[in-house]
């Protein structure tokens, strides 16, 4: 279990150890996911859960309390867990540093205790729970349950602090990396101290939650940066970018942070229509085309491609059959819709429409 919550940077990626296996991203992303992601609803529903949950009455027998799954601590435990755990399936980086680990944290914070691996069994479970009852059926509930409260409330200070460093991270990106920062005439290197001291105040210890060790859980080492902290990790993220000189820019189109891949990049790749699956790169490049280029023009040059190959079709039918030029149609045809959606660019049009020679 010592695999948990460990980042790795180098260069313009960043690894994250999930179960042993090394899930890569660019670097930013943990910081990008947690702009991202609306908290406020995550913080209401931990507190809704808490409250619910903190006035258990006495201990029970487990089927006995499971009689009424909706009275039950842990139930409404497992079901806030999953609630957590679908909010940030958007955000994979988040939900295998956050969501996915909290479980974990229970294993490595009571390692001995039954209600611990009990616990996490619900969560896993639901929405079922027969199977993990089944293996308990009889036992005193209160320690369960008090290790429900405990998780919950513990998942709330975190969402909680998460909210705050959303908040901060934005001033800090502002004032630092971003390539339109109003700091921009000061040189990269200089501008963190710029910031105001209460809220470089406020992360000057992060290191401390935060410890390099390797690991050798699958076939490879893993030498990282270890924290049960995600804030902490997500300002070493920061910091990381900053010694590196690292920029990052605001989306023109959706006004979000994210990582530029050169310094004419403006669009981010975050999918902007869920329906026709279009990031915010993808959408500007269709509306340049249309701006740019009229189908008109598209199609005018279909035309006179179409027509010269006709023409050719007469004129040596041998070297240019008919049939060919039929296929051709059919094929240019389907490239100017891709040009249409924006999944080829004009320069790919002219090519891909090109008449084959002989
Ligand atoms: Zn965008």
């Not at 939900?95 to 680990?101: D, G, K, M, T, V």
């Not at 460093?165 to 502002?174: A, P, R, V």
């Not at 026709?276 to 189908?295: E, M, P």
């Amino acid at each position: 279990m010592n695999s948990l919550n460990a980042v790795q940077f180098d260069g313009k990626k960043e690894y994250v150890l999930v179960s042993g296996e090394k899930q890569s991203y660019s670097i930013g992303q943990i910081i990008f996911s947690i702009l991202d992601t609306d908290w406020e609803p995550l913080i209401s529903d931990a507190n809704k859960t808490s409250a619910m949950i903190m006035n258990f009455k006495g201990s029970v027998q487990m089927v006995k309390r499971m009689e009424a799954p909706l009275e039950s601590p842990y139930y409404l435990a497992a079901a806030f867990n999953s609630r957590l755990n679908s909010a940030l399936s958007s955000a994979p980086v988040l939900y295998y540093l956050f969501s996915s680990q909290a479980p974990a944290f229970f294993i490595r914070k009571y390692p001995s205790d039954d209600a611990s691996k009990i616990f996490i069994s619900f969560l896993k479970e639901y929405p079922s729970f027969e199977n993990t009852l089944n293996t308990c059926k009889s036992m005193p509930d209160e320690p369960l349950s008090f290790m429900s409260v405990q998780y919950v409330i513990s998942a709330a200070k975190a969402i909680k602090r998460i909210q705050q460093f959303k908040t901060d991270i934005e001033s800090i990106l502002n004032g630092t990396l971003d390539t339109d920062s109003p700091n921009s005439s000061i040189p990269l290197t200089e501008r963190y101290h710029t910031l105001p001291h209460e809220l470089r105040r406020r992360y000057e210890r992060s290191d401390a939650a935060v410890s390099v060790k390797c690991s050798l859980d699958s076939d490879s080492l893993f030498v990282g940066y270890y924290s049960e902290d995600i804030c902490s990790l997500a300002f070493l993220e920061f910091e990381y970018m900053y010694v590196n000189g690292i920029s990052v820019r605001k989306c023109e189109s959706c006004g979000r942070y994210f990582l530029p891949f050169s310094s004419l990049s403006r669009y981010c790749e975050r999918i902007a229509d869920d329906k026709r699956q279009k990031s915010c790169k993808d959408i500007a490049a269709i509306d340049k085309y249309n701006d740019k280029l009229s189908r008109n023009s598209a199609k005018k040059l279909y035309q006179q491609r179409s027509n010269a190959y006709q023409m050719r079709c007469s004129r040596s039918p041998s070297a240019f059959p008919r049939t060919e030029y039929e296929l051709w149609r059919e094929m240019a045809k389907k490239y100017i819709k891709a040009l249409e959606n924006g999944e080829i660019t004009e320069e790919q049009f002219d090519t891909a429409i090109q008449i084959p020679g002989r």
